[in-house]
């Protein structure tokens, strides 16, 4: 596997866990967002990540050894809407409440963000250790060379 290829994977993680970062943050603005143009409550959403060259461990392996061009990484797929049932609120006086009282919220918990938060920022930094590990091993390389 060539370094530019390393480079490459890690770089793609790097864009998968940033726009999963994007979404969260999206959905933490939008916790108490209760009319959207859509109608109804603002609904959460999530990231679909997929291998961008997805084989079984076995052919990687066979092909990687034949050939020095391969590629991986992770891409987004898809954002897809959370179908969790929306909050219903007491709240009266609120502009949206129905008849009874009640207000629909948004299905977004604000723990479940923070931690979805934590884990793509720990994601998005192991990216950024191994791209930076494979810099090193590029600048070594260079230095032997010398």
């Not at 050939?67 to 898809?78: A, D, L, P, W, Y």
């Not at 723990?111 to 994601?123: H, N, P």
Request: without cysteine; charged residues 25%.
């Amino acid at each position: 596997m060539s370094f530019l290829s390393s480079m490459n994977i890690s770089a793609s993680g790097l864009t998968a866990q940033k726009q999963r970062l994007d979404i969260i943050a999206e959905n933490i603005t939008n916790i108490n967002t209760t009319r959207t143009e859509g109608g109804g409550p603002y609904q959460r959403k999530m990231v679909v990540f997929q291998p961008i060259d997805q084989q079984d461990f076995k052919s990687v392996l066979s092909r990687t050894a034949r050939e020095n061009n391969q590629k991986g990484g992770v891409q987004i797929t898809e954002l897809v809407e959370d179908t969790r049932e929306f909050k219903s609120v007491y709240d009266p006086d609120h502009p949206d409440a129905n008849a009874d009282g009640y207000v629909m919220m948004p299905n977004v918990d604000l723990i479940k963000e923070t931690v979805d938060s934590m884990s793509a920022t720990r994601s998005y930094d192991a990216n950024i250790t191994a791209f930076n590990a494979i810099k090193m091993m590029a600048t070594k390389a260079l230095e032997i060379g010398r």
